[in-house]
Structure formats: structure tokens, C-alpha cells
């Protein structure tokens, strides 16, 4: 199995980068990610402020894919998220929904063994997951820091890109040039003071094409739900533009108008916060497979 | 059991009213509603353009509780939600997070059966709730249409006001005034085209106080979480208000610090959209119990 090291970083998704691993299609391979500071935070005497920022949200790859073209979509299938003995939380002033309330910043190292971690006597189950991955963007759309979501993916910090969820990303660039990092062993929608339990992790993955389909913003396929993953500059314009999609999929994959569509949106679909705390904000919008039943959501496409 | 008919309604949460009905604390009573057009709309080829706009959202009431004084909190236990036989559910051009993509207005009857509602073809679970639920709002804050949420509670359209949950309200005026309405059979977190499957009901409740507590919004409790309910003009507004009050339960609830109840709210708070549609947007920030695990969240407070 080939592994990607954690010295391999970006910190910017774009549109023409350098691969440091070629994969094919249907292989399963390991990425060795760093945690969101680069390992720079080892005890609760470091803080965030006293950190190098320019090594702030390093994303592992990029990885090419071969086969992949501009037009297709990446499949990508989380097989496994490996978890540290130690995961790392922060508050810094200012930061977070309410940062003006912190009055300084702070750092708890957080000890993990099996299922559970632990932080300030509390047993806490672990929720392992991805919170930057993504693919290079579109020329059009420009390059990202890897700490901004967009339609490319990048730190969209959504709690089902898990285990056994499958991300779906559109091909902007030849090999699509796969990049992630920023796991978390635990973190609730919203990621509300701006870190969730921080980790460095090996993740295993296998990814494949669907090709010529199109899809506008990253979705997330789960045992039970699609979801539209969309960003913009407040929740507001990432709802919009999550639902709009959740709509046209609707509409196409059971053959009905657009307003019956809407309708159906309205009682089926649960629009689900992500994060709050990144430069763009991050929904998805979540239609049940029992609503929408198709093998894939891209065949009607 | 005392029953409250359904023409006696409110427009408008008051800080005076008249009530309709007195209940004493522990009494069970039934309360019937009407559905957000008050019955106006019976066929498809009614559009809600043609309705009566100022009978729309009526809220059965006030029901005065006996003993409720402001400063007080008034419990209110979801027993029952009675299902009618059919639902309705509209669009409308301008309305909803699509408004600008609605071309016409459209009218949809819905039958109910059961556990399910019929939609195009579709089955679809219900999961009966309580759209407008709330108190008179306290001098301060002054009246609200039956139509926005805010502190006193009224149009929250948060799915987990369903039955076998308790809500509890703020008493700001004596016998805390209690008024519903606007149930539906089945909706969506964020309610995405401005309504759910509508429907009139009859909801059965249990009343009761906890003296001399405060709290500032509404909170749900169901059977694994507590849920902070806070509204504002933009979903980031109330995403702060219902933050910044699980954060401050963690803390006295768990007795630590304020960053450390902060940094704990990351991990394993979920901050959930209810409404995305109505004149305040809604959402709750929701803390499992396995975490808070108080028998009351309000004894520390």
C-alpha cells in the first residue's frame, strides 16, 4: 500500500500544482496527515499565539489520480481514520463565535485511549474525521488557502466525512490532485470555538471516477443521507446554494417539478450546520436515501 | 380535561392579554389548533397568495397557568399531537431561501395516513411538532406577531417540539399566558421553502413551575439532550445567543471554566438550523445529556 508522508504539505489548493504520488483508480492508499498546527503544540504551555501561522492547516498531497479529468467526478472512500494517543484543543481571543468573550488564549492537551477521550474528567466518545480535503480547483475559481472551504472542498469541517462515508468532489484538473489533513477525533457541528480535539492521523483511503458528471460543490454519501456540502460568506449564502442543489436533485432523480421539488425540500431535507468559524461558513443540506433512492445520486445527471 | 377551541386565537404574543383559560400547575389539558392559514386553504386550486393574510399563524390562547410568576419557568410537557386527515403545504414567489427562483405560487393537499403522509407518490414518516409555541414576552421586549420567534418562544418551527419533549419557557408576566398553534406533520430542519406539511391538530399538554429560575430563551428538553432555542436577525445572531448560553450551562452546570466549557462546546455541541425562513432565524444548540448529565438543567443555575 503506498503511504503519503506528513513532510508532503500545501497550504493552498490550486488550480496547477505538483503531485507527490500518482494512484490509480480502485487503489487503497495511506495519507499521513498532521494535526492543523503542523505538531507545533506539544504541551499546555503553547499557546496558539506564540505559533508559526505560515504552517497553520497544512493539507497532505497532492495526490494525482490517474484517469481523472476535468468534467468527472472523484470518488473517495474513507476506509479508516487512525487516531494518536493525544489530540490538542485552543481558544484564542477573538477567535471562534464568541471571540470577543475570550479574555486570553489557552491550550488543552487531550489524552485519547480507544473510543474515548478525555478532557477535564469527562469521557467523551471519539467522532474521528476529516476536516480539510479537497481537490485543485477550477482555473476560473483561483486558488484557496487549505484553511477556506469552497466548491473545490478545502476545510469544510463536516462531521460525516467519516469512516465509511464516501466524499464525491468535482474534477477540476487533470489527476483532480487530491490533498487532506486537519483531523479531528471529536467535533460538533458548528466546531464552535474554532478547533475541535486537533490530531495528526493516518488515514486510509481508495478512490475512483465517475466520469463526465458534473457536480457543483463536494457531496457526502453516508449509510442513510446525500449531502450537499456548500460554503459561502455567511450561512445564509452556503444554505442557498446547498439547498438550490438539494432541490435540482430532487427534481431530476424523481422526476418531478421544481416546485414540487421545493415542497418535498421543505419537509424531507434537514439543513445542517458544519462550521461557523472558518473565512467561509459551511452547510450542508441532507436528503434521506429513503426519499431518494437512487443507487447513485449521479446516474439522472 | 379542560379543552381550549380553536377559535380562540392570538396574533400577537402580548406582555398584557386576556387569557381564555386557567390551568393549574401538574393539570393536563388539550389545546386545539388551527393550521397556519386558519383553515383557509382546503383545495389545490387555492393559492396562498388568495388568503386572508391577517388570520395567518393563529396561536390558540392565552391559557393562563395558575401560580406562574415572572421569574419563574414554565415547564411545558408535549403529551400528544393529534394528526388530521390531510395537510397542506405552499410556495410562493419571494419566499422561502428560493424565493427568487419561485415563478408562481403552488397549492399542495397532502394525505395523512397513519404514520405516513403521501407527497407526489412518495411515502413519507411523519414526525408531528409544534411550529408557534410561546409566553407573553415581558415589558422589555414588547409584543411579537404570532409569526416571529424570539425570547418568549412563538414561531421557533424547531422539530424537536414534538411529543414526549418538554419545553420551558421564561415567565415574564403573571399566569405566564401559553398560546400554540401552526403544527405540522412533517418538516425539515431549516423549513427551506417558508412551510411544512401544515396542519390543524389537537395537542394535549402538561403544565408545570420551576420557582424562581431564569433563563433567557426557550430551552427543549428531550430524552438524550438539552437544546438552547435562540433566534436572531441572521442565523449567525442567533447561533451566538444559543452558544453563549450552552456555554455558560457547561460552566455552571459542570462547574468549570468558562474556556474549558467553551473548548468543551467544540467538541460536543451540535449547533442545528431550525428555520432559515421566518422574520427571526432560529436555531438551537443542542448539549446530550450524556455530557450535562443534570436531572434538571436548572438547579445550578
Known amino acids: 500500500m503506498k503511504k503519503i508522508s506528513s513532510d508532503k504539505v500545501i497550504y493552498t489548493f490550486k488550480p496547477k500544482m505538483e503531485e507527490v504520488e500518482k494512484v490509480l483508480p480502485d487503489e487503497i492508499f495511506q495519507v499521513e496527515t498532521n494535526d492543523c498546527f503542523y505538531g507545533q503544540i506539544k504541551k499546555e504551555e503553547q499557546l496558539v499565539t506564540e505559533v508559526d501561522f505560515s504552517r497553520i492547516n497544512p493539507a497532505t ?9 476535468p468534467g468527472d467526478i472523484l ?10 494517543e493525544k489530540g490538542v484543543i485552543v481558544t484564542v481571543p477573538g477567535e471562534g463565535i464568541l471571540g470577543e468573550m475570550v479574555e486570553r488564549a489557552k491550550t488543552n492537551i487531550i489524552e485519547i485511549d480507544g473510543d474515548f477521550c478525555y478532557f477535564n474528567g469527562l469521557k467523551i466518545p471519539v467522532t474521528p474525521m476529516i476536516g480539510v480535503i479537497g481537490v485543485a480547483p477550477s482555473d476560473e475559481t483561483g486558488e484557496y488557502p487549505t484553511g477556506s472551504p469552497w466548491k473545490h472542498g478545502g476545510n469544510m469541517d463536516t462531521k460525516d466525512i467519516t469512516v ?25 457541528d458548528g466546531e464552535v470555538c474554532v478547533a475541535g480535539c486537533e ?18 460543490w463536494p457531496i457526502v454519501e453516508t449509510k442513510d443521507s446525500w449531502m450537499i456540502v456548500a460554503s459561502g460568506k455567511n450561512l445564509e449564502e452556503a444554505s ?16 418531478i417539478s421544481w416546485d414540487d421539488a421545493y415542497m418535498l425540500s421543505s419537509m424531507i431535507l434537514d439543513l445542517k450546520i458544519s462550521q461557523v468559524v472558518d473565512p ?11 426519499i431518494l433512492s437512487l443507487r447513485n445520486l449521479f446516474e439522472k445527471l
Open 61 to 69: 498531497g497532492p495526490i494525482y489520480v490517474e484517469n481523472a479529468e
Open 75 to 84: 470518488k473517495v472512500e474513507i476506509l479508516d481514520i487512525e487516531l494518536p
Open 164 to 188: 465509511g462515508s464516501i466524499v464525491y468532489f468535482p474534477v477540476n484538473q487533470p489527476g483532480a490532485l487530491l490533498a487532506l489533513g486537519d483531523c479531528h477525533a471529536v467535533m460538533g
Open 199 to 216: 490530531i495528526n492521523s493516518k488515514v486510509t483511503l481508495k478512490v475512483n471516477l465517475i466520469k463526465r458528471k458534473k457536480i457543483e
Open 240 to 255: 442557498k446554494e446547498a439547498v438550490k442543489y438539494a432541490v435540482k436533485y430532487l427534481e431530476t432523480g424523481l422526476k
Open 280 to 290: 467561509n461558513k459551511t452547510v450542508r443540506a441532507v436528503i434521506p436515501k429513503s
